[in-house]
């Protein structure tokens, strides 16, 4: 997982998800940075979150990604350059 922020111009940062848990009324998702810094970096979901990223996950575009097969297996994905 890469992670970009404008507070830090062009750094690009590398991670992945390490746990999720619900702590009053939001979800806690967890991601543990590991290059070029380890930090760990709290992310607070709302239920109202829940249904945007449900809304925008049944996009066609993004549903074509999930039900793709070829993804499933993919070890080595490509980067996706600048975003």
Do not use: C
Request: net charge positive; no cysteine; hydrophobic share 40%.
């Amino acid at each position: 997982m890469y992670f970009r922020s404008t507070g830090l111009g062009k750094t690009e940062l590398k991670g992945s998800i390490a746990g999720l848990q619900r702590q009053g009324d939001y979800l806690i998702m967890h991601v543990d940075v590991t290059d070029p810094v380890k930090w760990r970096i709290r992310a607070g979901l709302a239920f109202s979150d829940l249904g945007t990223l449900l809304r925008v996950m049944f996009r066609i575009s993004i549903l074509g990604f999930v039900l793709n097969p070829m993804q499933w297996f993919n070890k080595k994905p490509r980067h996706p350059g600048e975003f």
